[in-house]
């Protein structure tokens, strides 16, 4: 730990801009809201919000924030909308549309409907006037509950608290249990300044968690496991996560399948490596035991 170096700030020194990029940086990826409003005229509204996520399944509670404009502390079209009508779909957006998507983020004149300007279809919602995405994969019909400023300056946000009262599922993207598919999902999410990241391929990866059983933790792996040169955090977090330590007969049968006194430590870890990220994670904690002679 002493060899690592930091740049530190307090944020108040830094200009809005400075700060608004760090914090997007810094703070990513991020799911993306888009929402439809209208105003008490009905004139819609479509604009993504990277300021979102989901807080509450019971009752199911979503927030966003359409922040006031960073160069001269204005308010969005989606955030004077909500104050006339407190209902908005919150459509969530994958790789498919997510041009279409930034598109709509465009500053257009009020009134403007991005629907027709970014070439969606727009669908009647069942419970709110706004209405939803149909090429959104999973839409969110919202009654917002309150709206939270966090402040009259450029860069302040704009808490938009909202309960879900239906939810809408695209087919395509659900598997044969008729749950949505993460895979066939494809999401994106916002990173910094003009990048994005997609969930799908070699980026989506599963971690398995002890929800019944307590892992044993870092604290009973051998020291010349934390020690190695091997293994880095990710492994010694998936062994740590095991909820037992291996006995003496699954020790015994490491020994005997790999020959483990014929190995260096370093070899015997290397060996322990590939066989835990193949997925044998209780076997290459065998190894590692076996190895450290406990």
């Known amino acids: 730990m002493s060899d690592r170096k930091f740049k530190s700030y307090n944020p108040y020194d830094l200009s809005v801009g400075e700060r608004q990029k760090l914090l997007t940086s810094a703070v990513a990826p991020r799911p993306i809201c888009f929402a439809s409003t209208v105003d008490k005229e009905g004139k819609v509204n479509l604009s993504p919000f990277s300021f979102f996520n989901v807080f509450s399944a019971n009752p199911p509670v ?111 993207y659900l598997n044969s249990a008729g749950e949505l598919d993460t895979k066939k999902l494809d999401l994106v999410g916002r990173m910094g300044g003009s990048w994005y990241t997609r969930a799908s391929g070699n980026s989506l990866f599963e971690i398995p968690k002890p929800l019944q059983n307590k892992g044993i933790g870092f604290d009973h792996l051998p020291d010349s496991i934390k020690r190695s040169t091997i293994l880095n955090g990710n492994n010694l977090g998936r062994l740590a996560n095991l909820d037992s330590k291996p006995g003496s007969s699954e020790i015994d049968a490491a020994n005997s399948e790999f020959k483990l ?31 450290a002679n406990v």
Do not use: W
């Open 62 to 172: 979503m927030i966003f924030s359409p922040a006031r404009r960073g160069r001269d502390g204005t308010t969005k079209h989606t955030y004077e909308n909500l104050l006339e009508v407190p209902e908005a779909t919150i459509n969530i957006v994958n790789y498919a549309i997510v041009e279409q998507m930034s598109l709509a983020s465009t500053e257009y004149d009020k009134g403007v409907n991005e629907f027709v300007k970014a070439g969606f279809t727009e669908i009647p919602s069942d419970s709110i006037r706004p209405p939803r995405v149909a090429e959104s994969p999973v839409s969110f019909e919202c009654k917002v509950d309150d709206v939270v400023e966090l402040g009259n300056e450029g860069g302040a946000g704009n808490l938009v608290i909202s309960t879900v009262t239906r939810i809408h599922l695209n087919e395509d």
């Open 261 to 291: 006194d014929d190995l260096s430590l370093d070899q015997a870890h290397q060996l322990a490596k590939g066989i835990l990220e193949s997925g044998d994670t209780k076997k290459a904690l065998a190894i590692l035991f076996a190895k």
